[in-house]
């Protein structure tokens, strides 16, 4: 039997059903367990979170290695990536403004010194503000994000982590023209492409087109499906796009959901074709939105990589 | 021997009404979320009503053409076996025009025996193994079992496991928490009464741990004519007698009886039945057949139920006896 090629990780959205309404897995040892389990029991190996989960993981378990240790016991090898939750503000936190890169950079810093333990890899981030609050985006604000990432980049390497950029279809850099400059503009030693396959598609970006033209960069995987292309203009849409877009209520789906216009199984090819190995993320955030619920949708998804995506590239 | 046990897992839990789990899609979904989870066998559920698309042959033929295309469609989605078929002839039937049949009622007794064929064969016609009756109504209805009646229910399910057994399947009893049966001795002599060769029992082991059984010890005294499982957990037992009470499928296990209890039924490992020991048990015994694991009436999402289980027999009952996969 060959080693497998890729590793399953699943970006954690979750939300739980509990007698008090719906509570996130990080509020009891309990139930993080479960949680764990289950996305244990579909064949996923490591766990993405927000970076605002550190504190409760070390509250649950004491520190952050014990919170490794109980994840391991149960199948899962680690917290792969940490998605850092910035609250973009031209007054303290805006990449394109270049007087805030030193808040930015420093927050970055505390994240990267106190995550240690988990096994972290990819430090992820949206490398841009909400696109209402960038544009006009101009050559010089796609030039300040460059030099911000540059610099968070070489500092996360120096923890042994890639910073990688998730191109949401609201943020500043979202265009095909805009993903290149940025790409040409960063160190391709610091600076990494996290591939969020339904939000390039929901920007008018083909993720195999994207990902055949930066697979030298891309260093993480969000996989999800969509079903819209954003053709009125819902990215610019005020205060937030996502949850209050017309062109849906529900942006985003696992993986083989019907009507999804994301092609995993060409990005699958395209993967292989490239000799990707390594860890590739599954992520369905908001899968509750018009009555889903989480552990259909990661179950439904890892049906969609043991019966389909495995037999094309594992 | 160990190789020969097949794990599988039921479809009950998903259909929670008439509107549940009546869209070719919903169960497309939940056979997916089934495979996704490492079970590729299920066990049916014999259903009545236009909205259970796999609970009766006419349906199936409806809406998949026939027994041989549903059998397709269900390994396109990864599920490559149907191990049983449940069948509880005190549940009214649109199809065949009653309001529940006892099998301790000899007049009832042709009707339920060309019930119990039309599911047998389809069963057979999928591939199946074993029809797994519910051999008593609940005690509430029935009252406390005499030999006169026992006689009755045994000649009962002589002719049902007579009739699959023509169709090359077994027949399991599948003895649950409100049964009239209530215990050992009458399980013991029930089992003098049925033919060994084509009627066995199915231990289901959260069930029989709310009547206050120890499956363990149940199964070490039953084993030979053991030839089913349902794998489920039990989360209290039913300590003040409320089998007794009327309705107790409501007042009882619904409404959780005087304790108000909960949930009776559980994920396995998060309650009182010793899995591993039952397994033990099993290997040593050299048990070959199916183990159907079920969510009954688990809470909400249907999935992680399901995902829970799934890791517990990974991680937990295939780590700690080496049990195969498959």
């Not at chain 1, 396959?197 to 994207?210: E, R, S």
């Not at chain 1, 992520?283 to 989480?294: F, L, S, T």
């Not at chain 2, 599911?119 to 009252?143: C, I, N, Q, T, Y």
Request: glycine share 8%; net charge negative; aromatic share 10%.
């Amino acid at each position: 039997m060959t080693t497998p090629k890729l590793r399953w990780a699943y970006m954690d959205h979750w939300r739980i059903d509990t007698p008090q309404g719906q509570l996130s897995q990080y509020t009891s040892v309990k139930r993080f367990d479960a949680f764990l389990k289950q996305i244990s029991a579909l064949g996923f190996e490591a766990i993405e979170t927000f970076d605002f989960h550190l504190g409760p993981l070390r509250e649950l378990f004491g520190s952050l290695e014990n919170a490794r240790a109980f994840m391991q016991e149960r199948g899962i090898d680690r917290v792969l990536s940490l998605f850092h939750a910035v609250m973009y503000d031209e007054r303290q936190s805006a990449p394109h403004v270049r007087a805030t890169h030193d808040h930015i950079f420093n927050y970055a810093q505390h994240i990267m010194r106190s995550s240690a333990g988990l096994g972290v890899q990819n430090f992820i981030v949206m490398p841009a503000g909400l696109y209402y609050d960038v544009e006009p985006v101009t050559d010089d604000k796609l030039r300040a994000c460059a030099e911000l990432w540059n610099r968070v980049g070489k500092m996360t390497l120096d923890h042994g982590v890639k910073t990688c950029c998730h191109h949401e279809f609201f943020c500043g850099i979202r265009s095909a023209e805009q993903l290149r400059k940025f790409y040409e503009w960063t160190d391709p030693r610091y600076v990494f492409l996290c591939l969020d396959t339904a939000q390039h598609v929901i920007a008018g970006v083909d993720p195999v087109d994207l990902y055949l033209e930066l697979h030298e960069r891309c260093a993480a995987f969000h996989m999800k499906d969509t079903k819209h292309v954003d053709l009125v203009g819902d990215y610019r849409r005020k205060p937030d796009a996502e949850v209050m877009a017309t062109t849906t209520p529900r942006w985003f789906h696992e993986m083989g959901t019907p009507g999804g216009l994301v092609d995993f199984p060409a990005l699958m090819a395209a993967m292989k074709e490239c000799g990707f190995e390594g860890w590739v993320g599954v992520e369905h955030d908001k899968a509750d939105v018009g009555g889903g619920n989480y552990p259909e949708s990661t179950a439904l998804a890892a049906w969609y990589i043991q019966h389909v995506l495995k037999k094309i590239y594992a | 021997m160990n190789g020969q046990i097949k794990w599988a897992y039921g479809v009950n839990q998903w259909k929670a009404g008439f509107t549940s789990f009546a869209r070719l899609e919903e169960i497309e979904r939940a056979l997916k979320v089934t495979a996704a989870c490492g079970f590729d066998a299920v066990e049916l559920n014999a259903g009545s009503g236009r909205w259970d698309p796999i609970g009766r042959p006419e349906n199936i033929a409806i809406n998949f053409g026939s027994a041989a295309h549903f059998r397709l469609k269900l390994a396109e989605l990864g599920i490559h076996r149907v191990s049983s078929t449940f069948f509880d002839p005190t549940v009214m039937s649109f199809e065949e025009l009653h309001f529940g049949l006892m099998s301790t009622q000899p007049a009832d007794r042709d009707r339920i025996v060309a019930q119990a064929r039309i599911h047998a064969g389809m069963l057979a016609e999928v591939g199946g193994d074993v029809l797994v009756v519910r051999p008593f109504p609940s005690f509430w209805k029935e009252g406390a079992l005499d030999e006169t009646r026992m006689a009755a229910a045994a000649a009962c399910w002589n002719a049902v496991g007579a009739m699959a057994a023509s169709l090359g399947l077994k027949t399991a009893l599948h003895v649950d928490a409100l049964s009239a049966l209530r215990t050992a001795d009458e399980l013991d002599r029930l089992l003098q009464l049925c033919d060994s060769d084509n009627v066995g029992l199915a231990i289901d082991t959260a069930e029989l741990t709310i009547a206050g059984h120890d499956v363990v010890a149940l199964y070490r005294r039953f084993h030979e004519r053991v030839l089913h499982f349902h794998f489920k957990d039990a989360l209290a037992v039913d300590t003040l007698g409320e089998y007794r009470l009327p309705n107790a499928e409501r007042a009882m296990i619904a409404a959780g009886g005087e304790r108000e209890v909960q949930r009776w039924f559980g994920e396995m490992g998060s309650g009182l039945v010793d899995f591993p020991a039952l397994l033990a048990a099993m290997r040593e015994l050299g048990y070959a057949g199916w183990i159907v694991v079920e969510s009954d009436k688990g809470p909400e999402p249907i999935a992680s139920g399901m995902m829970l289980n799934a890791w517990y027999r990974r991680h937990v009952l295939e780590r700690a006896g080496d049990l195969s996969l498959r």
